[in-house]
């Protein structure tokens, strides 16, 4: 019995001798460069809360330590594929005797004779081809790894590199994958599982055959116990143990045209490889319930749906259309569209930083602007109107009297720095005033824009990405807000008041939510797409539906209005009712006659509530008797000289 010993220990020592000779001829990664494991480790993903939710990556894997395991994995993997991985020095010339001798029994290779370590090495290092050369690598650079690194360290980059099928690459991506839990948490049955998977991902895989998993598990559990891991009585239990199939498990991916989104501004900055294979982490400001609400509302519609933090621009929900499946496209980005009356606010706010009033008046009647001739849509003209009366109701004409009036630079030059950036020197016209543009606009750069009705003049630019870490947990970059005071907090808070208006007795009266909120239809020729941007004190919502190859879509703003409507009732369901702060600066609720603009004595179906920087109201004529008799007394010779 000594003699053989002696032999088995001279043949190791032969081969490790030999091994180590042959060393320097190929070419090998450095000893150095394994001083650090280095996974291709998927990007996680999390959202406004700090929770994951989605990764990108060519492999899916998410290293972690070996003590944020479950206790069982370490233990189930040496049992299941090399029992004597505490002893041998890399590579174990007794296990491959016996595999050469059961391999031989059996007529063909029913078991390998590699270690842990081995496979280690030809995971990280080497390629799959079945040649003599890469087993002699394999084995060398075993013993290497062996040499620069504890047994623990190599079990822990063993459990992280190792694909366990369905896309899994380590433990933790196979936990969450077959059981929807952390490697830490795992039970002995699931760890079981897990580790019989190395052998054959597709042949064990119980979405793909439940019995071959749990003969699989079985013979792993009974291997445990064998090498005295287990009792009989754990065993037994374990085996005993339901394996849970998950339904949806091939689903789409949540938010995929926002993972798109975010994707490519990554790869913009740290490249493919950092970005897919480097183990970052991507905190963002989505936010999965308004998501869900957002992916709900196009139903079988073409069309897109974003969602942004009125206050700073984070975007809480991206559609980029019904389907991703059928089509990547991102029309919150890519399509560009002509806007039709959600362009409009832009003209009245350019008219009120001019001193204009929302009792200012426009006329509401057919003309012609130098051969060009608009029409309102249902060719209904009210004559001399408010404002706000000719927003609410959308008028055309009186829209392109208040445009020629204001001037297209101010309206262009007001448009650009809220954000749009698709207008170009061919824009310079009236027909911009109802959305008829050359090129048009992107829902995202539109919804951004009336971010500066709804935060007192702030326009944001929308911001999706919080803070990206590395794979040490160091910070790479915050998300910075891009934000600029474009209109006063008073013009911001009189658009806000007119708007408002628009979805109780306007255009918009389908987003009315039973709370305060502003917003505007469009609705372009043809009815090609049709648009709704509305906000809250919290939130501004985009909507536009129109069919890809530009044939009508038969839909109008209105009824755009009625989607966005559903979709904010449900997101502000059993949540508390919020106003819009009132700058100190300006009156609300003053009692306006829409046909002359002058103050409302006795308030009728003819009378609106408006808004106006205080000093600039409309005064019944009982203060305005008061003011003269006031002026009158200031005049007065006797009172002045004291007669």
């Known amino acids: 019995m000594k003699q053989i010993i002696l032999f088995v220990l001279g043949i190791c020592a032969g081969i490790y001798f030999l091994l180590a000779g042959m060393y ?48 069982y994995l370490p233990l189930a993997v040496v049992a299941n594929e090399d029992t004597r991985f505490a002893s041998h020095l890399g590579i174990d010339p007794i296990g491959i005797m016996r595999s050469l001798v059961r391999n031989i029994r059996a007529g063909e290779i029913v078991e390998g004779g590699s270690t842990i370590t081995q496979q280690l090495a030809r995971e990280m290092f080497l390629t799959q081809e079945r040649t003599m050369t890469r087993k002699l690598k394999e084995a060398l650079l075993a013993l290497v790894l062996e040499q620069k690194f504890t047994k623990e360290e190599i079990m822990e980059a063993y459990l992280n590199q190792v694909y366990f099928g369905e896309g899994a690459y380590g433990v933790e991506a196979a936990s969450q994958a077959y059981f ?16 019989g998977l190395a052998r054959g991902p597709r042949l064990f895989s119980p979405y793909r055959d439940m019995d071959a998993a749990r003969q699989r598990r079985a013979v792993v559990l009974a291997e445990m116990r064998e090498v005295g891991f287990i009792n009989e009585g754990e065993e037994w239990a374990a085996n ?28 913009e900055k740290y490249g493919e490889e950092r970005v897919y294979q480097g183990g970052l982490k991507v905190y963002t400001t989505l936010d999965l319930a308004m998501q869900k609400e957002a992916e709900s509302v196009l139903k079988e519609r073409e069309g897109a749906v974003l969602i942004l933090d009125v206050t700073n621009g984070a975007v809480r929900a991206m559609v980029g259309g019904r389907s991703y499946g059928d089509s990547q496209r991102n029309r919150v980005i890519e399509e560009v569209r002509q806007p039709g009356s959600a362009f409009k606010p832009i003209v009245y706010a350019a008219a009120l930083m001019q001193g204009m009033r929302t009792n200012s008046m426009v006329q509401d009647a057919q003309g012609d602007f130098n051969g060009y001739r608009p029409s309102n849509y249902n060719n209904v003209y009210l004559g001399p109107v ?63 824009a009336y971010t500066s009705f709804g935060n007192q003049g702030i326009y944001s630019a929308p911001i999706a990405i919080r803070k990206i870490v590395d794979e040490k947990n160091a910070v790479l970059e915050e998300g910075v807000l891009v934000q600029s005071a474009v209109l006063t907090p008073e013009v911001a808070y009189l658009m806000t008041d007119m708007l408002k208006e628009v979805l109780t007795t306007g255009t918009g009266t389908p987003a009315n939510i039973g709370r305060e909120a502003g917003g505007k239809t469009g609705t372009t020729d043809d009815y090609r797409t049709a648009w709704f941007i509305g906000y809250t ?33 449900r997101i502000y369901k059993n949540k508390p009712v919020t106003r819009f702060a009132v700058p100190d600066t300006v009156v609300t609720g003053v009692p306006v006659y829409y046909y002359n603009g002058k103050y409302a004595e006795w308030p009728d179906e003819n009378t609106e509530y408006s808004a106006f920087i205080k000093g600039t109201e409309p005064k019944s004529d009982k203060e305005m008797r008061a003011e003269e008799e006031k002026q009158n007394k200031w005049w007065d010779p006797f009172r002045i000289f004291g007669f």
């Not at 339901?242 to 975010?262: M, N, Q, T, W």
């Not at 829209?399 to 001037?407: D, F, I, M, N």
């Not at 170009?424 to 951004?448: F, I, P």
């Not at 069919?547 to 979709?567: C, E, F, L, Y």
């Open 24 to 71: 320097a001829m190929w070419d090998l990664p450095k000893a150095d460069s394994l001083q650090s494991f280095r996974y291709r480790a998927a990007t996680q993903v999390f959202d406004c809360n700090d929770e994951p939710f989605a990764k990108l990556f060519e492999q899916n894997r998410v290293p972690v330590p070996i003590g944020e395991m479950s206790r």
């Open 240 to 267: 005993q143990e339901e394996i849970p199939i998950f339904e949806g498990k091939k689903r789409e991916v949540e938010a995929s045209y926002f993972l798109d989104y975010i994707a490519q501004k990554l790869v």
């Open 386 to 448: 408010t404002l706000k009366c000719a927003l609410k109701n959308s008028s055309n004409v009186a829209s392109v009297r208040l445009g020629k009036q204001v001037g297209m630079d101010a309206i262009l030059d007001l448009a650009e720095r809220l954000g749009i950036t698709t207008l170009t020197e061919e824009d310079r016209h009236l027909a911009t005033v109802l959305g008829g543009m050359s090129q048009g606009v992107n829902l995202m750069e539109l919804t951004a």
């Open 180 to 195: 929807r839990k952390k490697a830490r948490d795992l039970t002995l049955a699931e760890s079981a599982l897990i580790a």
């Open 537 to 569: 004190p919290e939130l501004v919502a985009g909507i536009f539906v129109g069919k890809d190859d530009r044939t009508p879509a038969n839909i109008s703003g209105t009824m755009v209005a009625g989607m966005w409507g559903q979709m904010m009732s």
